[in-house]
């Protein structure tokens, strides 16, 4: 083409030398960047690891209900989270289904793994509880109880008795088949032992329902 002159490429062993020493930098630095990248990914998942379980030991545990005593509130199988920050700045409620320990000797009696239970607060400390026909009564009031199943309650009895302060009164909603605060191996619960307060049913995921 007219006007045009063209200039010949030179190539030298400098210039070889060169580009094999630059790409040899790149190629140190994309080692290095993809080393950081997956430290810096590992730092991550360990941090994210950490957090589950401390929210796991600390705030919300998952607990599997073990056994009946809880019909038809709670079945046999199911995944509940427990909130273990609930009584931080609180005492248990009556009504508030917790997780708790039982004292000592009760699982020494009964030859049981050390476990926490999952029963229902049906008094506090300083109320007086007692059945009557079958109902309970706190501070002379008959409760209404409509999460109970009329062929549940069977044979259940307490007698008149003051709850005592730091304690609460438990029991299952099974009443029928229920070792609770009635059974004297068992009694009020210390509020030192009480774990958590049951929120959330989470499996079967087709039955998740708060409680």
């Not at 730091?166 to 059974?183: A, E, F, I, W």
Request: hydrophobic letters at 40%; aromatic letters at 10%; proline letters at 5%.
């Amino acid at each position: 083409m007219a006007g045009r002159t063209d200039i010949p490429l030179r190539v030298t062993v400098d210039t070889v030398n060169k580009l094999q020493r630059n790409a040899e930098k790149r190629n140190e630095e994309m080692n290095g960047g993809v080393l950081w990248r997956a430290l810096d990914f590992l730092l991550y998942l360990v941090l994210f690891v950490m957090i589950v379980f401390a929210l796991r030991t600390v705030v919300i545990d998952p607990v599997r209900v073990d056994g009946h005593s809880m019909l038809d509130t709670l079945n046999d199988g199911e995944v509940m989270l427990v909130d273990r920050t609930a009584y931080l700045f609180r005492t248990p409620a009556r009504g508030d289904i917790v997780i708790c320990y039982y004292p000592d000797e009760y699982y020494k009696e009964q030859n049981l793994a050390y476990a926490t239970r999952v029963k229902r607060v049906i008094a506090v400390g300083g109320d007086t509880i007692e059945t009557r026909d079958g109902e309970v009564y706190i501070n002379g009031e008959r409760i209404d109880e409509p999460y109970l199943t009329p062929d549940r309650i069977g044979g259940q009895y307490i007698r008149v008795q003051t709850v005592p302060e730091g304690c609460v009164y438990v029991l299952g909603d099974n009443r029928s088949v229920s070792r609770d605060s009635r059974y004297e191996t068992v009694g009020p619960i210390p509020l030192n032992r009480v774990v958590g307060k049951v929120r959330f049913v989470i499996f079967p995921f087709n039955k998740a329902h708060l409680i």
